[in-house]
């Protein structure tokens, strides 16, 4: 059969193990494809750059525009990330008749929806299992495996570099700053972490995945997302003793017919199997109607587990699968998309850590402000202060950790701003929701 | 557009349940198939007995063949279950020109092949991701998700049924006998849970995901399998002493280019996912040449999990990618199979449990068998008798926990025969695999 001819734009990490799968097991692929796939042209930054992959000189170029738009590549995989110029090359790619596949969740979640419409318009195929969770085929699972079902509730960790940088913290007690520094030695971390450790990635995805389970269209700017870069060791050691594993968790469920989204690092009950969801590993807790609870875990960093994804995605439109998939997409909501609720009107448990002062009638200021925004307080720890204060204030500082029950995120806001304004409360102050 | 139109084999539980999700959830399944899916025609065993959906009298039939060669059926989904007459009802519908959805794992593993064949021939497809692992989409993530990858390990919790015997064991400690009563009125198990408990239904599934991965036939009379019906509440305790849980695991694996494969009641690391996996959970975690470890993890018993799946294939047949997924399932496997591994060649670690009497030289006795059969003993564990023996015995009879390092199979079956020879050893006598 004819060959599926590929542009690859980038070959940096991703793109370098795409690269090595193409061409380390060609015969396979072809096999699996129905036909073989060939490497026809590469964008790259650098031309005398060392590769994992022989291209030979006519394959390379330092245009991606060239790629896109040579009559002899029939997809295009976009692998460079960003949304510029990355969306205009998909759109050139499209308009130039190429199926795409990406990796890129910042421009899926930003301008799926358009690039989309371009696409179907045009009778192309745009894929994209490899921008959410690396090795989990999340997009497949929702949009197919549990087409049968109504999603109702997705909770997920699908940064790995923020779970490899949280387990590091914890499990060999180090701060946050060595953990980050460890995560970039080990590739997993850019040298600018910001994108992962503010929560901006994990939100985009989390946009993603909530177009395609409940029809809603959001970016990470309509609902509350906090990244782990404000995390302390010491919260991560107070809730694993009351019982909690502290992950940047994604939730997108339905409450009373509206739709609950946040981002936030969330302390999540031992148990469940999200808690034990360790290292660079990504986990999606999906609960369907009629299927109830699955899971979904791999890699979520590192080149492989994402250059794994981007290659079924070609052999799926090597088999014609994606674009059936494909036309389907934009019924996989309801027919009108479910209204996000307020953030003020999420109903959830928090945990408090303040730092305090060691004298009478603390406990009882704080918990005056708690008791009149109606906040119910379910546990308090407060470990005793050291015998030597070296602080040079008048009375020595403690932590101090409250337990919230079920409360509205408009009252913890509420509490918050007045709890600031009490003199015997110090820096740091944090404030983390509790998962079910 | 045109509805599908679907013949219905069996009305029981997971029956009984699709026609639930096709019935209530009608809307949405015609939006996320492209076209209305609908129950043209159902065989009963009973036409009076009370039903969960309903059904006029002309849509009923006591005649499974009505159903299958019925000329307004588009498919068949086969939920009777077993060989006979299922086989027979699978081939008439085929040759009556049905595409075929089935959760038969003892049918897909006994004649798949042949199945498959016939199928092509005739141009249709047969669909059974409800046969393997209720909830869990496994046969799209091997035959699809991991296409870019070569499997080189599969290990999975793949019958829920005996995942929930164990757990209840354990947990609210109590026997084999009671806990299996408990499945019983909960539904998970059979009135005669033999299919289950011996591990004949957890063989014949891998059976089918070996088939898919490695492309090698094999049916459960060619390796190693072994139920869950002789273990006993003690060794779940012990293994739990030295860090293990006791799950029934079905595992295929690529070994110095041959294919261990087993299904036996194994010790699991507590740290490993599979041995959290608790209930009816399945769960199946996945190896790949590129993605590395992957998990899997859903209810594999019980009504809705399975029907979930069920109407995911019909789905998958309405859009058409079933049928192009159909086409490719027969080159998963390299073009030559894995050759087996012969069972006495199998390499693992063992645990050991005897009921020895209480008197010199015993421990001695035992070791010197496993020390001439070339077994290396990693650990013993054995607790005090009680001062007070009631046993009637000369000597007071006291359990004996033996771990292993890595051996081979086939010299643990020596030793056991040699053993089995000592005055010393008393029944019960238990000899379980530790996986890596």
């Known amino acids: 059969m004819e060959p599926l001819r590929i542009g690859l734009v980038g070959l940096g990490t991703v793109g370098g193990g795409v690269g090595r799968i193409l061409e380390q097991y060609a015969e396979r692929n072809a096999l699996r494809a129905g036909r073989p796939l060939v490497i026809q042209k590469a ?27 040579d009559p002899s590549v029939d997809v295009v995989l976009e692998l460079i990330g960003g949304l510029d110029p990355a969306r205009k090359l998909v759109e050139t790619a499209l308009e130039h008749g190429k199926d795409v596949v990406t990796a890129n969740k910042a421009l899926i979640c930003a301008h799926g929806q358009e690039l989309f419409r371009k696409a179907r318009e045009l009778g192309r ?43 590091e913290m914890f499990h060999k007690n180090v701060s946050y700053a ?26 985009q995805k989390l946009g993603i995945l909530t177009q395609l389970a409940f029809g809603t269209r959001v970016v990470p700017e309509q609902f509350p997302v906090q990244g782990i870069n404000t995390l302390d060791l010491d919260d991560l050691k107070y809730a694993d003793e009351l019982g909690y594993a502290v992950k940047l968790l994604a939730t997108a469920k339905l409450v009373e017919g509206k739709l609950e989204l946040h981002t936030q690092p969330t302390l999540l009950r031992h148990q469940r ?9 990504n986990m ?29 995605d070609v052999i799926d439109l090597a088999i014609g699968r994606a674009q059936l998939t494909f036309l389907k997409l934009d019924v996989w909501g309801s027919h009108t998309p479910v209204p996000l609720q307020e953030a003020a009107e999420i109903c959830r448990r928090y945990y408090f850590r303040f730092n305090v002062e060691d004298r009478p009638h603390v406990i009882a200021d704080l918990a005056d402000v708690f008791g009149r925004h109606e906040i119910s307080l379910a546990s308090v720890l407060q ?42 409360v110090r820096a740091p102050w944090v404030c983390l929701p509790v998962a079910d």
């Open 273 to 281: 199997p999200l808690a034990q969801c360790d290292n660079a590993y």
């Open 125 to 167: 195929t745009i894929c994209f299992e490899a921008a959410v969770a690396g090795g989990c085929p999340i997009i497949a699972a929702i949009g197919q495996s549990m087409a049968s079902n109504q999603i109702v509730s997705l909770e997920a960790i699908i940064n790995g570099t923020c779970n490899f940088i949280l387990t």
């Open 178 to 203: 060595d953990a980050v520094k460890k995560a970039q030695a080990l590739g997993y971390a850019e040298s600018d972490p910001a994108m992962d450790v503010e929560g901006t990635d994990a939100a």
């Open 43 to 69: 964008a790259v930054r650098d031309l005398t750059k060392p590769r994992e992959i022989e291209l030979s000189a006519s394959q390379l170029t330092t245009d991606p525009f060239e790629v896109v738009t």
């Open 284 to 312: 999606i807790e999906l609960t369907g109607d009629s299927v109830g609870k699955a899971w979904f875990s791999a890699m979520g960093a590192g080149q492989m587990a994402t250059a794994s994804a981007v290659v079924a």
């Open 383 to 424: 470990k005793e202060a050291s015998e030597v204060d070296e602080s040079g204030e008048s009375h020595p500082i403690v932590p101090l950790v409250f337990m919230t029950h079920r409360t509205l995120e408009g009252s913890v806001q509420a509490a918050n701003r007045e709890l600031a304004e009490l003199a015997c």
